[in-house]
């Protein structure tokens, strides 16, 4: 049930970013009182209320609307996700450095391997814009349009780009036309490290 769905949430991001009910409550221009209504089940709030306060608590909003779309995970499979933290040279592998930030994901991108990340990139823009955090899987999944993350091996920067499938050749196309289509090939000089399962916006 949404009462029971929402109390989880918000126990979890409690636990982890200490953001109280009344903070939450302010964000959306409402009460305390009002939560407290919808995590007892005695009212819900609207569905644009449930999708700004996805916004707000920074997860999908299917996390919040379950049983209205079956296909989505219940809240007791979801877990905490470390991001790994953006540095200026891009190489967030090399430095195994984390952020203290953490974000909540279905249990499947819990696996090992599986990192979260900022977007710093526009390359593909305006599908994902900087400051987006990525679930990304360590692993290219060759199938077309596909998001998927690439290394500049020269500069290590890191892109986004849309995968595509043409008859011998695998393209990296960018969203933003700022950016040039890249033919990947064992010569070029990008790498593709994983493939974005999921995104979250903070509006």
Not at 47 to 69: E, G
Not at 119 to 142: H, Q
Request: glycine residues 2%; charged residues 25%; proline residues 6%.
């Amino acid at each position: 049930m949404f009462k029971d769905r929402l109390t989880r949430i918000l126990k979890e991001k409690k636990k982890l970013e200490g953001i109280t009910q009344a903070e939450i409550a302010k964000r959306l221009c409402t009460t305390p009182s009002s939560i407290s209504d919808w995590k007892a089940g005695r009212s819900e709030p609207s569905i644009d209320t449930v999708h700004k306060l996805a916004t707000t608590l920074n997860v999908p909003v299917s996390l919040l609307i379950y049983d209205a779309q079956p296909a989505f995970v219940e809240v007791d499979k979801v877990v905490s996700l470390k991001i790994i933290e953006t540095i200026a040279t891009g190489r967030p592998f090399e430095a195994s450095k984390y952020s203290d930030n953490k974000i909540l994901v279905p249990e499947k991108f819990a696996q090992p391997g599986f990192f979260a990340i900022k977007v710093v990139s526009d390359s593909m823009f305006p599908k994902l814009i900087p400051g987006d955090t990525v679930v990304v899987a360590p692993f290219p999944l060759l199938e077309n349009d596909k998001t998927v993350i690439v290394r500049e091996k020269l500069s290590n920067e890191l892109l986004f780009f849309r995968l595509k499938l043409e008859e011998k050749m695998i393209l990296l196309i960018p969203e933003n036309t700022a950016y040039k289509t890249i033919v990947l090939t064992a010569a070029s000089d990008f790498k593709i490290i994983g493939t974005v399962m999921m995104m979250q916006r903070q509006l």
